[in-house]
């Protein structure tokens, strides 16, 4: 194995963990990490004193019950949000002491909630997220063709690409705008509940890109996801949350048990091994009356 990753993160004095596929991925090292930050909207305090590093190379899922802050943290490590106190770092400096356009060729995000331009085409919108790639006279370049056209084929919206987005599906408008988000090509990629509005099969699609994403294009992915089961099932990392603050975190396999679902959810279960993936899995317990 070469000592420097897709990343250029020397790995020679860096601890590794190993991945489900066998690879070895940085168990220290982080482009992307949170300082002691205190986040909330006006007056009211989500977290306080929240600090969490987003282990580069890996694919990591912040689950929760609603309300508990994953989305707030989310907003918080994109530069949405600022925070009270405390700072976000990429790549060792604040993220706000960047240009926005170069957060944004490092970072993509999918927000929870997108609306696009009145009366937009699909590859219009999609190709938006060449922006940052771009000089300040525009020039439309291969690169940003080849960028759009992958995208597109990836999130299977080619077949929709001259028609107008707000004609679209609650579904088809999502898968849109993960296309955009990456043709962006950033190496770090942020999705905030990117399976609403998917039926179960685009749902497991969409997963499956972010893992193969993450896996053969040495991507950083951190998602926020209702399914737990999913997040055991394609998360390297995971990182629980309760009430603003994070109560665990590590492999699924390390820290999915029946005490931490009840104790964070409120629901009791069994975890048996996923027959498929050999993950964790998560069954409720029947509830008789």
């Given at each position: 194995m070469s000592s420097e990753n897709t990343l250029g993160v020397d790995l020679k004095n860096v601890d590794v963990a190993e991945k489900a596929d066998g690879r070895q991925i940085p168990a220290t090292?982080?482009?992307?990490?949170?300082?002691?930050?205190?986040?909330?909207?006006?007056k009211r305090i989500i977290s306080e004193s929240l600090s969490v590093e987003i282990p580069d190379g890996a694919f990591t899922v912040i689950v929760g019950p609603n309300a508990c802050g994953k989305s707030t943290l989310l907003r918080a490590l994109s530069r949405l949000l600022t925070p009270n106190s405390g700072s976000v770092l990429l790549d060792g400096k604040?993220?706000?002491?960047?240009?926005?356009?170069?957060?944004?060729?490092?970072?993509?995000?999918?927000?929870?909630?997108?609306?696009?331009?009145?009366?937009?085409?699909?590859?219009?919108?999609?190709?938006?997220?060449?922006?940052?790639?771009?000089?300040?006279?525009?020039?439309?370049?291969?690169?940003?063709?080849?960028?759009?056209v992958a995208a597109m084929e990836s999130t299977g919206v080619t077949e929709l690409?001259?028609?107008?987005?707000?004609?679209?599906?609650?579904?088809?408008r999502q898968r849109v705008w993960v296309?955009?988000?990456?043709?962006?090509?950033?190496?770090?990629?942020?999705?905030?509940?990117?399976?609403?509005?998917?039926?179960?099969?685009?749902?497991?699609?969409?997963?499956?890109?972010?893992?193969?994403?993450?896996?053969?294009?040495?991507?950083?992915l951190v998602a926020v996801l209702?399914?737990?089961?999913?997040?055991c099932r394609y998360a390297d990392h995971i990182i629980a949350m309760k009430d603003g603050q994070i109560v665990a975190q590590g492999p699924p396999a390390d820290i999915i048990?029946?005490?931490?679902?009840?104790?964070?959810?409120?629901?009791?279960?069994?975890?048996?091994?996923?027959?498929?993936?050999?993950?964790?899995?998560v069954i409720p317990l029947v509830r008789r009356r």
């Amino acid at each position: 194995m070469s000592s420097e990753n897709t990343l250029g993160v020397d790995l020679k004095n860096v601890d590794v963990a190993e991945k489900a596929d066998g690879r070895q991925i940085p168990a220290t090292s982080s482009r992307l990490q949170a300082r002691d930050i205190t986040i909330g909207y006006d007056k009211r305090i989500i977290s306080e004193s929240l600090s969490v590093e987003i282990p580069d190379g890996a694919f990591t899922v912040i689950v929760g019950p609603n309300a508990c802050g994953k989305s707030t943290l989310l907003r918080a490590l994109s530069r949405l949000l600022t925070p009270n106190s405390g700072s976000v770092l990429l790549d060792g400096k604040a993220i706000t002491s960047y240009p926005a356009k170069e957060v944004a060729r490092r970072l993509g995000l999918l927000p929870q909630s997108s609306i696009a331009p009145d009366g937009i085409r699909v590859a219009d919108l999609v190709a938006r997220g060449r922006y940052p790639h771009q000089k300040l006279i525009r020039q439309w370049s291969k690169a940003d063709e080849t960028a759009v056209v992958a995208a597109m084929e990836s999130t299977g919206v080619t077949e929709l690409s001259g028609r107008l987005v707000d004609e679209l599906s609650g579904g088809q408008r999502q898968r849109v705008w993960v296309a955009m988000v990456l043709a962006q090509e950033t190496p770090l990629m942020l999705l905030d509940e990117p399976t609403t509005f998917l039926d179960i099969a685009y749902q497991i699609d969409l997963l499956e890109l972010c893992a193969d994403l993450n896996r053969t294009k040495g991507r950083t992915l951190v998602a926020v996801l209702h399914d737990l089961n999913h997040a055991c099932r394609y998360a390297d990392h995971i990182i629980a949350m309760k009430d603003g603050q994070i109560v665990a975190q590590g492999p699924p396999a390390d820290i999915i048990t029946a005490d931490l679902v009840e104790d964070v959810f409120g629901m009791p279960c069994r975890i048996i091994d996923d027959p498929e993936s050999l993950t964790p899995l998560v069954i409720p317990l029947v509830r008789r009356r």
